[in-house]
T-cell receptor, first 113, second 115 residues
Framework: DQQVKQNSPSLSVQEGRISILNCDYTNSMFDYFLWYKKYPAEGPTFLISISSIKDKNEDGRFTVFLNKSAKHLSLHIVPSQPGDSAVYFCAASDDFGNEKLTFGTGTRLTIIP | DTGVSQDPRHKITKRGQNVTFRCDPISEHNRLYWYRQTLGQGPEFLTYFQNEAQLEKSRLLSDRFSAERPKGSFSTLEIQRTEQGDSAMYLC?????????????FGAGSRLTVL
């Protein structure tokens, strides 16, 4: 049972444009959501997070939006840069401060120069 | 600090052999996690330690798997009698708790190939 779903395995975006990565979840107990970024031969690195009490969190070029009623979150990257090319994982937790995370299957983002 | 270190980075073994992976977390981190990632999937939780105590184990962790963190610093993950289905990337991560941030710092992983 995939509780966190990333339905787009890959996405290509022109440099300078907006990248939008989507994530859906089924477990209503999830209350904290994170995005991780992974380059080849490296471990995932934390990018941005959002608590269920918020609907938006912004950090520089990265913004995460949460729609609790739809059980949907998205990551916006603007403007997209070639260094953003990586695999992006959505992850969720049912306990703030608990790092036992449930990950999605990832979306490979390719930024076209 | 050099981050989370994992060793070996890649291990090829024959079915039925035992393998052991080591993880050195960030020194001040008290929590240490093991995750497994198979091809096309995201990381899946296996187990975690708070200091030397193993607090939770996933159903994915069969009795052929054992993890230890004897002095609350480095950890080992041993797989006995390996099977081809054990082929995966084994990721270690650490965190400082309570931080309230849910943020894990991952190592680069140990890739296991079982022939």
């Amino acid at each position: 049972d995939q509780q966190v779903k990333q339905n787009s395995p890959s996405l290509s975006v022109q440099e300078g444009r907006i990248s939008i990565l989507n994530c859906d979840y089924t477990n209503s107990m999830f209350d904290y959501f994170l995005w991780y970024k992974k380059y080849p031969a490296e471990g995932p690195t934390f990018l941005i997070s959002i608590s269920s009490i918020k609907d938006k969190n912004e950090d520089g070029r990265f913004t995460v939006f949460l729609n609790k009623s739809a059980k949907h979150l998205s990551l916006h990257i603007v403007p997209s840069q070639p260094g953003d090319s990586a695999v992006y994982f959505c992850a969720a937790s049912d306990d703030f401060g608990n790092e036992k995370l449930t990950f999605g299957t990832g979306t490979r983002l390719t930024i076209i120069p | 600090d050099t981050g989370v270190s994992q060793d070996p980075r890649h291990k090829i073994t024959k079915r039925g052999q035992n393998v052991t992976f080591r993880c050195d977390p960030i020194s001040e981190h008290n929590r240490l996690y093991w995750y497994r990632q198979t091809l096309g999937q995201g990381p899946e939780f296996l187990t975690y330690f708070q200091n030397e105590a193993q607090l939770e184990k996933s159903r994915l962790l069969s009795d052929r798997f054992s993890a230890e963190r004897p002095k609350g610093s480095f950890s080992t993950l041993e797989i006995q009698r390996t099977e081809q289905g054990d082929s995966a990337m084994y990721l270690c991560a650490s965190s400082l708790s309570p931080s309230g941030a849910n943020v894990l710092t991952f190592g680069a992983g140990s890739r296991l190939t079982v022939l």
